[in-house]
């Protein structure tokens, strides 16, 4: 697929993935369906860093990842725009509760750099081991261990309970 | 086994994992209830997202068959309007728009030799006058920003913008960029020589000032003037509303500023 992606197509396969994830980061529909024709518009612009050393749905989660998180750090350096936000799921597809989502996100990853909120994200949210997450983020496993733990301690009020499994 | 990531839960659902891995992701699925209940959501998810409208620029990526000549060489015009004042109206004002009809004349000025040859003047645009059709008054408020929309074309391996009379070739990647002007959303949408109106992309405005749309056109080697538009709204607009408001003469969206540029072939 290197340089001749078919957009059509992998939108109809992965696009309620993108959706999916989109809605879990950024918890606005209106922010979510955005977020997701991004997605799919940047895969024509990054269209040659899909080498196919990863299946589809891997690269386009990480590009979804990193689209969703920087919306997140947009909208927080434009507090004067407000975004309506969803009321907490009754279910979701992470494995955390909505609230925990909400609060690793808007309370806890602040001053943290790029590569270790995704990696939060990735094991906290995503339920991804370490190795996992490492494959995702160009990591070794127990580098995303290091980087989880320090981020942890960093913590100055006792890390919530759903981290102490990290 | 801890719990199946969100990722894996979807590449099983996709028949993505081998054998053997898929197997014991199945096996974890049909004992956790957590897993079930993420899985059943993934499966809502998909209900919804199969019903929802699939956007036109992406069912039809107008990246990959712009029109803008069939000669190796096209004279590109390059022409910025701003169709509405640049004093922010009320959202339910009607807009004053330049007809499409006049979009050639304002090319051929450029052409001839209006002093827009240069990358500050094409960043900061002269707004059309108000043409004759659209009667209604036209105000400014001193110092108000004016709508910017700009075409910017690769070259090697940086970007530059398109200057007015510039040729361009067919292949040659074009992108968009617009200031939002505080507005929340920017659709973005082109009008060829056939009149027939395609809207791209409905992008949420991220920050202030200039910004990259997130495709670029290659242009094809069809032939006719190709015009763009970027309409900057606080609401969502409906696509065939605009699509609509595109195909009229002269051009009304309620509720939005419109502006535009016109690349033209000889």
């Known amino acids: 697929m290197h340089g001749d992606l078919d957009i059509p197509a992998l939108y109809r396969r992965y696009g309620d993935l993108v959706l999916g994830r989109c809605r879990t980061i950024l918890r606005n529909d209106a922010d979510a369906a955005d977020a997701m024709q991004d997605v799919f518009l940047k895969l024509h612009r990054f269209r040659d860093s899909f080498r196919g050393d990863a ?46 989502v909400r609060q690793l996100l808007d309370e806890l990853v ?3 750099d790029e590569k270790t909120v995704e990696c939060l994200v990735y094991h906290f949210v995503d339920g991804m081991t370490h190795d996992e997450a490492g494959e995702m983020v160009g990591l070794s496993g127990a580098a995303v261990r290091k980087r989880i733990a320090t981020f942890r301690a960093s913590l100055r009020d006792n890390p919530p309970p759903w981290m102490e499994d990290a | 086994m801890t719990h199946l990531s969100t990722l894996k839960l979807h590449q099983l659902r996709l028949g993505e994992l081998p054998g053997d891995e898929a197997a014991r992701c199945q096996a974890h699925l049909d004992a956790c209830a957590l897993c079930q209940a993420r899985h059943g959501h993934q499966a809502e998810v998909r209900r919804e997202f ?4 699939v956007p036109l620029a992406i069912v039809r990526p107008r990246w990959q068959r712009v029109a803008l000549g069939a000669m190796p060489l096209l004279a590109a015009a390059l022409v910025l309007f701003a169709l509405l004042p640049g004093a922010t109206p009320p959202a339910s004002a009607p807009v004053d728009e330049a007809a499409p009809g006049e979009l050639p004349a304002r090319v051929d000025a450029a ?41 910017w074309v690769e070259a090697g391996e940086s970007e530059r913008p398109v200057y007015p009379g510039e040729s361009l070739g067919a292949g040659a990647r074009v992108q968009l960029r617009y200031d939002a002007l505080g507005k929340n959303f920017v659709t973005l949408a082109g009008r060829d020589s056939n009149g027939v109106v395609e809207v791209y992309a409905t992008i949420a405005a991220g920050a202030r000032g200039l910004q990259s749309a997130p495709f ?26 605009v699509k609509t408001a595109l195909s009229s003469n002269p051009v009304r969206m309620d509720g939005a500023i419109v502006t535009s540029l016109v690349l033209r072939k000889d």
């Not at chain 1, 891997?58 to 725009?81: A, H, Q, V």
């Not at chain 1, 279910?91 to 509760?97: A, F, G, I, K, R």
């Open chain 1, 55 to 100: 299946s589809p749905s891997t690269f386009l989660y990480r590009i979804t990842t990193t689209t969703c998180l920087n919306r997140l750090r947009s909208r927080r350096r434009r507090p004067e725009d407000p975004v309506e936000e969803l009321p907490p799921l009754p279910s979701s597809e992470s494995v955390l509760d909505a609230l925990a």
């Open chain 1, 110 to 112: 602040d001053g943290a």
């Open chain 2, 50 to 53: 199969e019903a929802m409208p």
């Open chain 2, 111 to 151: 052409v001839d030799g209006d002093p827009v040859a240069t990358p500050e003047a094409v960043a900061a645009p002269e707004p059309a006058a108000p043409t004759s059709a659209s009667k209604k008054p036209t105000t400014r408020t001193k110092g108000a920003s004016i709508p910017r929309l700009e075409a």
């Open chain 2, 216 to 241: 670029a056109f290659t242009l094809d080697d069809s032939k006719g003037e190709q015009a763009f538009f970027a309409l900057l709204s606080d609401t969502r607009l409906d696509p065939e509303a």
